[in-house]
C-alpha cells in the first residue's frame, strides 16, 4: 500500500496526530507512536474494542447511510441520490484517519483493503481541478463556495488533510496525501491568492492545514491557516443564522478574551490557532489561547470536561451556566478539547492542560461510546430523568468516527520528550521507546492499573549512560503522592535525573480514594449537591441500582461520610462501583401538587440506604432508568 509518489516524500519524522517541525515553538515533542504500545487496562480495552467492533461496524454504516455512495456517485461509479447531511463526507474522511492510525498501530489484511478500496475511491471522486466536495458535485454544481457560513466545505477538507497525513505517517502511501495537496492547492489559490475573501463558518481546516504543512513543508498551507484565521472577528456572518459568537466572528481571534459560540467550532479553532502559534511564535496568538483557557476552565467547563452547556447553537453558555440536565456536551466537543490540550501541553510544558485532558478522556469522552463497542452518544448530560439510549447511528453522525479516530490514536497522548527527558502524562500499562537527544534511545516499561489503583511503576528497559530527565504528572486532584516513598506536590511534575540502568525502577504512588465533590457556588443548577470522585474517575448515580420501588429524584447523600469501593459491578464489565450513605425519601405527598406554601409543608419520611455509584463513562449500558452525576448533599 504504498505509492512512490516522490514529490510528497514525507517531511515529518514521526508518526503521531501531531508533529511540530524542528524550528516549532514548543517545550516538549511527541513521541513517535510507532515506539509507544499501551499493552492493558482500561485504555488498552478501549483500542481493542474499537479495533475489533467499532470500526468495522464503522463500515457497515457509512454503506447502510449511503455516505459512500455519494462518493461512488461523485466518481461516475453509481447513479442515484446524495444521501446524508451537507456536510457527511467527513464522516468518511474521520474513519479512514482511524484506520490509519490503528494500521500504524497494527497491521491488518482487512483494514488494510478497507482503506485501500476507499481511499482509491476518494481519489476517483475528486475533480481535474482538484475540488472535492459530493454535495457539490451531485447536488448542486454551482454551489461551490456559496455557503461558507453553513455549508461546512473547508470543514470537510480538513478532515481529508488530516486521514491523508496520517496515512502518510504510518503507512508511507501518499495516495490520499496527493488527493489532499491538490484540494489544498485549490483552496490557497481561491482563499489565499484568489479573490475570495470569506472564511469557513466552522472552523477545522486550520488545524488539518498546519499538519498538512508540517507533512509536506509547503509553507502555503501554514499561511492559508493563518489567512484564515485572522478573517474570523469582523463580523463575516453578521447576516447568518446565528449570532457572531456561534461562529467565533465577534471579535478577532488574537484580540479574543473568552471562549464563546459553537462548541465544537471554538475548540477546533483553538487547537488551530494553537498551532498556529507553535510554527510562527507569535505571541498575541498564544496569548488569546491562554486567556480562552482560562475562561473555559474558570466557569464554562462541566466536572466530566464536557464543554457546552446549550442545545441551541449547540453552545457554550455564560460563566457558570452548567445546568446537569442539559448539558449538551457533544462527545465531539470533548474531542476537540482534547486535541487543544494536548497543544497547549506541547506549547507550555504546564501539567494543567494534561490534568484537563486527563478528566476530559475519562468522563466526557469515554462516556461517547457503549461498552461493547456498538452504539454513541451526540450529546452527555449529566443527569437524565429517564434515562437515555445510544444511537447505532444517526444522521448527524459526526460523533462516532471522531470516537473511532482518537481512540486509535490514544498512545499518541501519553508521553513526550525534550532534549534532557521524558515526560509521562497520562497512566497506563504501555512500553515506549524513544531517543533523548542529549542522551540517546531510551526504553521504558510501564506497570499500572490506573485509573482504578494510583500505583505507577515505570522501570527502564535500555539506556545509554548518559544523564536524562524522567518527569511524571502528578494530577491536581491528588490528595496525597510520593515517588519511591517520598511526597512530591500535586499539580506538577515529579522530576528525577539521574544515569538510569537498565532495571532501575520507579514507582509513583497516587492517592486514589473515593471522594466528594463540591460545585462552585455560584453554579445555580447544582448549588447544594456534591459529586462523586474516584481519581480521575467521575461517578453517577443509576435507577438501576437503587432499591425496588425507590425513585432517583429521592435520594440525597450523606456529605459527613465518606465513598467507598463498593465493589466490581458485574454488569458493566468488572468496573469498580462506590459505595456512598445516602437518605432514600417519601415525597408522594408533592406530588399532588407542584407548589407548597412554606408553612404547609406535607409530612415526609427518610430512611436510610448504602448506595452504589458507577464511573459515569459506563452509564446507559443497561436497561433504560435515570441517571445523575450531581446529588443533593443531606444537612
Known sequence: MKNKDETLESVASIAASVAPTPSAHVRLRPIDARGVVIRDGLLADRQRVNREVTLLRGAEELERAGTLDNLRIAAGQASGERR????????????????????????????????????????????????????????DPTWRWTDLEMGHEL????????????????????????????????????????????????????????????????????????????????GMFADGRFDLDYYQDAEPVRDARSIVGHAVRALYLAAGVTDIYAETGEEALLGSMLRQWDDLTAAKTYLTGGVGSRHYGEAIGDPYELPPDRAYCETCASIASIMWNWRMLLVTGESRFADLLERTLYNGFLSGLSLDGESFFYSNPLQSRNGERRHRWNPVACCPPNIMRLLSS?????????????????????????????????????????????????????????????????????????????????????????????????VLEIDVAPRLTAPNPRIDAVRGCVALERGPIVYCLEQHDLPAGADLADVSLDAAADPVDGGLVAQLGGLPGL??????????????????DLRELPATSAAPAQLLAVPYFAWANREGGGMRVWIPAED
Open 410 to 506: 490514544l498512545h499518541h497522548y501519553l508521553a513526550t520528550v525534550t532534549e534532557a527527558g521524558v515526560q509521562l502524562h497520562q497512566y497506563a500499562s504501555s512500553t515506549m521507546r524513544t531517543v533523548v537527544p542529549e542522551a540517546g534511545p531510551v526504553e521504558l516499561h510501564v506497570e499500572t492499573s490506573y485509573p482504578w489503583s494510583g500505583s505507577v511503576a515505570v522501570e527502564v528497559g535500555s539506556s545509554t549512560d548518559a544523564e536524562w530527565t524522567l518527569s511524571l504528572r502528578v494530577p491536581a486532584w491528588a490528595r496525597a503522592a510520593t515517588v519511591d516513598g517520598k511526597p512530591v506536590a500535586a499539580g506538577e511534575y515529579a522530576t528525577l535525573t539521574r544515569r538510569w540502568q537498565v532495571g532501575d525502577r520507579v
Open 579 to 596: 459505595s456512598v450513605s445516602g437518605v432514600l425519601r417519601d415525597t408522594d405527598g408533592w406530588r399532588r401538587a407542584e407548589y407548597r
Open 155 to 234: 470543514y470537510c477538507a480538513g478532515h481529508l488533510f488530516q486521514a491523508s497525513v496520517a496515512f502518510a505517517r504510518t503507512t508511507g502511501d501518499t495516495t490520499l496525501l496527493s488527493v489532499a495537496c491538490r484540494f489544498a492547492d485549490l483552496v490557497d489559490q481561491t482563499f489565499r491568492t484568489g479573490t475570495e475573501t470569506g472564511t469557513d463558518g466552522h472552523p477545522e481546516v486550520e488545524v488539518a492545514l498546519v499538519e498538512l504543512y508540517r507533512q509536506t513543508g509547503r509553507g502555503r498551507y501554514l499561511q492559508l491557516a493563518d489567512t484564515l484565521t485572522a478573517r474570523r472577528g469582523h
Open 84 to 139: 446524508g447531511m451537507v456536510f457527511s463526507d467527513t464522516d468518511v474522511y474521520k474513519w479512514l484517519e482511524a484506520l490509519a492510525w490503528e494500521l500504524g498501530r497494527e497491521p491488518s489484511a482487512e483494514l488494510e483493503r478497507l482503506a485501500r478500496e476507499t481511499t482509491e475511491l476518494v481519489a476517483a471522486a475528486q475533480e481535474p481541478d482538484g475540488y472535492l466536495n459530493t454535495w457539490c458535485q451531485v447536488v
